[in-house]
């Protein structure tokens, strides 16, 4: 069973950067999809980036521009930089790990979730 394991959420200044990273507890050992969600109290969990084992790379409109998602497979760790964070970028961040193996099945693994908050 693969853990997910968050860091770096906390208290951010308005237009601060925010770096967050996920560390797998062992390699996925097959492609995969990781992804960055985001919730906000009493809304749906939403997509903020993903990243899959083939290096394609996605961002929702809200954070496009001024965020970058990464993985260091060495380190089976993924990471989210986000800069000039406003406070509507206050949420809980997940992250997620989408991994596909033969014969054609998908294991998905998420995170506890790191409170990030962006207040003055």
């Known amino acids: 069973q693969v853990q997910l394991v968050e860091s770096g959420g906390g208290l951010v200044q308005p237009g601060g950067t925010l770096r967050l990273s996920c560390a797998a507890s062992?390699?996925?050992?097959?492609?995969?999809?990781m992804t960055w969600y985001r919730q906000h109290p009493g809304k749906e969990r939403e997509v903020v980036a993903a990243?899959?084992?083939?290096?394609?790379?996605g961002y929702e409109d809200f954070v496009k521009g001024r965020s970058t998602i990464s993985m260091d497979n060495a380190k089976n760790t993924m990471y989210l930089e986000v800069t000039n964070m406003k406070p509507e970028d206050t949420a809980v961040y997940y992250c997620?790990?989408?991994?596909?193996?033969?014969?054609?099945?998908?294991?998905?693994?998420w995170g506890q979730g790191t409170q990030v908050t962006v207040s003055s």
């Open positions: 062992e390699s996925f050992g097959g492609a995969y999809v």
């Open positions: 997620n790990a989408k991994v596909f193996k033969s014969p054609p099945t998908m294991l998905e693994y």
């Open positions: 990243i899959s084992s083939k290096g394609e790379l």
